[in-house]
């Protein structure tokens, strides 16, 4: 089986950007499945539609990345200081990608800066970042989060962590 990392390189570009598209523009996914097998596993070619990623600190931070690929399967990797460590695979629902799009507009999630806090200066090298990134329509549009970021950010922020922690609580139960 192979672990769940994205081999596309991701840039990071610190310059807000604004994206004419609208995500409820993005088509479902080109290939939905309804059950997985362990080659659904397999993420090369797949586009990367969803990724929600918690990065270590010099202290006890939950470090741990969640990827959604085109074809509705989702890897949870557990990395350091969260309650379950190691790769968990599932699939997630159509309406539940739709959901995820349509939070991510109604909070204008193409259109937030690339980085907070914007002002480089502010930037405190030990905090923990939070990256998410959202598929747009071909266009991975990612936001780096240390601090400062806006609260309709911090409340989409809260809504992955929650998807993430059912997604793992029932992948356990499962066992």
């Avoid at 604004?18 to 993005?26: D, E, R």
């Avoid at 741990?64 to 557990?78: D, K, P």
């Avoid at 379950?84 to 990608?97: A, D, P, T």
């Avoid at 598929?135 to 989060?145: L, W």
Wanted: hydrophobic share 30%; proline share 4%; net charge neutral.
């Amino acid at each position: 089986m192979s672990a769940c990392s994205n081999k596309k390189k991701i840039t990071h570009n610190h310059r807000p950007t604004s994206h004419s598209s609208n995500i409820n523009n993005i088509p479902s996914m080109p290939i939905f499945i309804s059950s997985m097998t362990e080659k659904d596993t397999l993420t090369k070619g797949l586009d990367l539609l969803l990724q929600f990623k918690k990065t270590a600190c010099f202290g006890f931070c939950p470090t741990f990345e969640f990827n959604l690929y085109s074809n509705g399967v989702a890897c949870y990797q557990g990395l350091q200081h969260v309650t379950h460590e190691g790769n968990f695979y599932g699939l997630i629902s159509e309406s539940q990608w739709n959901e995820i799009k349509t939070k991510a507009s109604n909070i204008k999630f193409s259109s937030m800066s690339n980085y907070y806090p914007t002002n480089e200066q502010e930037i405190i090298a030990d905090l923990p970042l939070t990256i998410t990134g959202i598929n747009y329509t071909g266009e991975f549009k990612q936001v780096t989060d240390s601090h400062s970021a806006p609260a309709e950010l911090k409340k989409f922020e809260e809504y992955l962590s929650n998807i993430v922690e059912k997604f793992i609580k029932e992948k356990i139960e499962k066992k």
